[in-house]
């Protein structure tokens, strides 16, 4: 059973950065291609950036392209999302996922799902 755990976020000022991270326990983490959503309250989860397996391949959502950064590392079990310039629309709870079959870039991933971390940007 795969066991995701987000953690990085918090309150920062517009125009700041975070970097988020998220370990993955419990399986393989190489067989896992690893994406990042999120949700804002009254709103849909919304995809925000993937990577593939070995860290080759990265994709972003049109929101965050030029400010975000996803990467991994496959000895930590770990995937990261940097993210800059931050807004207050950026503010969400930001879910890690875990899909072993395909890129997650949509919510439909039949991936894992981490329990999310709360990312507040004021001003």
């Known amino acids: 059973q795969v066991t995701l755990a987000e953690s990085g976020g918090g309150l920062v000022q517009a125009g700041g950065s975070l970097r988020l991270s998220c370990v993955l326990s419990?399986?393989?983490?190489?067989?896992?291609?690893m994406g990042w959503f999120r949700q804002a309250p009254g709103t849909e989860r919304e995809f925000v950036a993937a990577?593939?397996?070995?860290?080759?391949?990265?994709y972003y959502s049109d929101s965050v392209k030029g400010r975000a950064t996803i990467s991994r590392d496959n000895a930590k079990n770990t995937v990261y999302l940097q993210m800059n310039s931050l807004k207050p629309d950026d503010t969400a709870v930001y879910y890690c996922?875990?899909?072993?079959?395909?890129?997650?870039?949509?919510?439909?991933?039949?991936?894992?799902w981490g329990q999310g971390t709360q990312v507040t940007v004021q001003g």
């Open positions: 419990g399986r393989t983490f190489s067989n896992y291609a």
């Open positions: 990577v593939s397996w070995k860290g080759d391949s990265t």
């Open positions: 996922v875990a899909d072993d079959e395909y890129i997650p870039v949509t919510v439909h991933t039949r991936g894992s």
